[in-house]
């Protein structure tokens, strides 16, 4: 996971971009927007990361920042 790169999907692409984007990437195929990381599996991250936040930010009309903070407390979490 690479902090600079969610976050730069998240303020290049609307969540339907992303969301194609994820389809693509499930299927094989190479998504219609740029989407950084070595291999498929961290672009995958990548971009389901991007679609959380953004959603994160629609929901609760938070700025990027507060929605990152959330997304990576989430995941601490899941890993304790």
Do not use: C
């Not at 339907?16 to 299927?27: F, H, P, R, S």
């Not at 195929?29 to 672009?43: L, T």
Request: proline share 5%; no cysteine; charged share 30%.
């Amino acid at each position: 996971m690479h902090l600079p790169s969610i976050r730069m999907l998240v303020e290049k692409n609307e969540i339907k971009d992303l969301e194609q984007a994820e389809t693509a990437i499930l299927e094989g195929k190479k998504p219609s927007i740029e989407v950084p990381g070595a291999d498929e599996g961290e672009q995958l991250t990548h971009v389901l990361a991007a679609i959380w936040i953004k959603k994160e930010m629609e929901s609760k009309g938070i700025p990027l920042q507060d929605a990152i903070r959330a997304y990576t407390a989430r995941v601490r979490t899941s890993i304790n």
